[in-house]
């Protein structure tokens, strides 16, 4: 019963998604990973007036069998530089995604959430202790950090010469792109610091 | 603690609006003014947030949401006692049964017989008068089947039109072929009332059966008045085979001194010592009642062997009971081996002289009255 309820009510959900007013105005996507709706892409655009404005940032859903009485399990496919977000697994610390998962829920509620958080963060409930500590010890780096990512992960508008030169000195010396923005801004973008942490 | 509280209530927010579906027929309907006012039929009442589907059995909580009662129970069963919609918390005895929903949803449903969108409904192709016998339980399968399968339809359309070209050549006129039709509908009228009287039946019978056992309580209760009136009746038969068999003995049907009160049944057999003597005994009962009475049952015990025809000529006997004797204590077996009463109560041929047997029957009242 319960493979059925949850197979139904992703059937229903993506219907009424299609036709929600988010789709019309581009702010939220969903669509089928398998022909067995227990694996979804979503899609949600970076909210306004945050370092993820104007990027488009991918996640992996997956539906359990016991759907709805358990939430979706929800990941961030696309790299993302937010307290609440793991910077290297894309796992999400969200309460609604665990403990205060509830049945009327849906994958809709769950993106708009997930949007919510990105123009919200927690830094006192952290998935990336780094990001939190910067996030609450220097703000103005973790937003111009995270429009960086959000540029070059998200295709996100604001580009940053001085980081991407960063980045290419490291990759010159072999460290492979990701590893090196990872490093570069954990440490505030010191370059020193950074190689140290590597090497 | 801050966030939670606001991602809590944004959540809420959305999934109040989420709960109704924009439009859960489909596209299969061409019937857009129906279909509206379903929509709105439906809308929060009628869906179930949990399944997103109709309603199936409701149940209403203390908090105002409606679910489906197997969905909510196995929200509950995950551990989870608050309410899905609102998370105030769920106690079993805040979640009721919502009847006037599920009556107001079959109206619905039937009006909308197409409508049975749902998992699990069959929802039937539309050429199925013309026995195309696709099935699904999504309108969108349904719809793809419509487009796909035209050219069987086309073909299943045309030899449906040649069955009727051959009716039509049947010699019937056109007032005739009327008062067929008429026919049919009356036959289908027909059908509905014998669907409803057969109904109407099952209901009255089962009235019929709740009855009669209200009667037979009501019966049992009556002979809980200390009196048992004993017809023994085949007596000849019976002081025969008493005759033929010295272990033979007949019981009589129970009997209660009281509606709590002690059980108790009556005995005859041949006396041991004297062949031709009627022994008559009382016994006490293991009774329902046993465990509040007190024991040994101290009572009076008035026995009568009943002349029918002339009531002067009944005989009574009377005796108390005594603590000592064992036949007055609480049975331990179902009923009390020791009885009380007389060994030799009448000689048989004395009993029929006196003219006691009417119709092969003799008739013993005992009366017992706790004192």
């Given amino acids: 019963m319960a493979v059925n309820m949850a197979v139904s009510r992703i059937k229903r959900e993506f219907k009424e998604v299609l036709k929600s007013d988010e789709i019309a105005q581009c702010s939220i996507k969903l669509e089928l990973a398998n022909d067995n709706f227990t694996e979804l892409r979503g899609e949600i655009a970076g909210p306004p007036d945050t370092p993820y404005e104007k990027g488009t940032f991918l996640l992996e859903i997956h539906v359990p069998e016991t759907y709805p009485f358990n939430p979706p399990k929800v990941k961030f496919i696309t790299k993302i530089w937010h307290p609440n977000i793991s910077s290297v697994t894309g796992a999400i610390c969200l309460d609604i995604l665990k403990d205060n998962w509830a049945a009327a829920m849906t994958l809709r509620t769950v993106l708009l959430s997930l949007q919510a958080l990105l123009a919200a963060a927690e830094p006192d409930d952290p998935q990336d202790a780094v990001v939190a500590s910067q996030f609450k010890d220097n703000y103005e780096m973790f937003c111009k950090t995270a429009k960086h990512w959000t540029n070059v992960y998200a295709k996100g508008p604001h580009k940053f010469p001085d980081f991407d030169a960063k980045v290419q000195r490291l990759r010159d010396m072999g460290v492979n792109d990701f590893?090196?923005?990872?490093?570069?801004?954990?440490?505030?973008?010191?370059?020193?610091?950074?190689?140290?942490?590597?090497? | 603690m801050n966030r939670e509280m606001s991602a809590d209530e944004s959540v809420q927010a959305e999934a109040s609006n989420n709960s109704i579906p924009k439009n859960k027929t489909g596209s299969t309907l061409n019937e857009p003014q129906r279909t509206k006012s379903l929509e709105e039929a439906t809308q929060e009442n009628y869906m179930c947030s949990i399944c997103l589907s109709w309603l199936e059995d409701p149940v209403l909580t203390k908090c105002g949401h409606r679910f489906c009662s197997s969905c909510l129970n196995e929200w509950r069963t995950k551990k989870n006692s608050k309410c899905p919609m609102d998370s105030h918390d769920l106690n079993i005895e805040d979640i009721f049964p919502d009847n006037y929903t599920k009556r107001q949803i079959t109206e619905i449903r039937k009006s909308f017989p197409e409508e049975l969108n749902r998992p699990n409904v069959m929802i039937e192709c539309r050429f199925s008068t013309l026995s195309c016998d696709f099935k699904t339980t999504s309108a969108g399968e349904l719809d793809l089947h419509m487009k796909e399968g035209t050219k069987e339809h086309i073909d299943l359309l045309l030899s449906?039109?040649?069955?009727?070209?051959?009716?039509?050549?049947?010699?019937?006129?056109?007032?005739?072929?009327?008062?067929?039709?008429?026919?049919?509908?009356?036959?289908?009228?027909?059908?509905?009332?014998?669907?409803a009287m057969f109904e109407r039946i099952v209901i009255l019978e089962q009235h019929t059966r709740e009855q009669a056992i209200k009667i037979e309580a009501l019966q049992s209760t009556e002979k809980r008045h200390g009196t048992l009136v004993w017809k023994i009746e085949d007596f000849k038969r019976k002081v025969e085979s008493m005759q033929n068999n010295s272990n033979m003995?007949?019981?009589?049907?129970?009997a209660y001194t009281s509606p709590d009160g002690y059980k108790f049944c009556a005995r005859i057999n041949l006396s041991h010592k004297m062949r031709d003597?009627?022994?008559?005994?009382?016994?006490?009962?293991?009774?329902?009642?046993?465990?509040?009475?007190?024991?040994?049952?101290?009572g009076r015990i008035k026995i009568s062997m009943i002349h029918t025809k002339n009531a002067a000529l009944s005989q009574h006997d009377c005796i108390m009971s005594k603590p000592e004797i064992l036949a007055f204590h609480r049975p331990n077996e179902e009923i009390s081996c020791r009885g009380f009463g007389f060994t030799e109560y009448a000689i048989i041929s004395d009993i029929i002289k006196r003219g006691f047997i009417e119709n092969d029957c003799l008739v013993i009242k005992i009366q017992m009255n706790i004192v």
């Fill in chain 1, 179 to 199: 590893d090196a923005r990872a490093a570069l801004s954990r440490h505030n973008w010191d370059i020193n610091l950074a190689t140290n942490d590597i090497f």
């Fill in chain 2, 160 to 195: 449906s039109y040649l069955r009727t070209q051959y009716q039509a050549w049947d010699p019937l006129d056109k007032s005739q072929s009327n008062d067929k039709e008429e026919f049919f509908r009356q036959q289908s009228s027909t059908r509905d009332l014998i669907n």
């Fill in chain 2, 249 to 254: 003995m007949f019981y009589s049907t129970d």
């Fill in chain 2, 277 to 298: 003597y009627l022994s008559l005994h009382v016994h006490l009962r293991k009774g329902e009642n046993d465990y509040h009475l007190s024991w040994p049952f101290i």
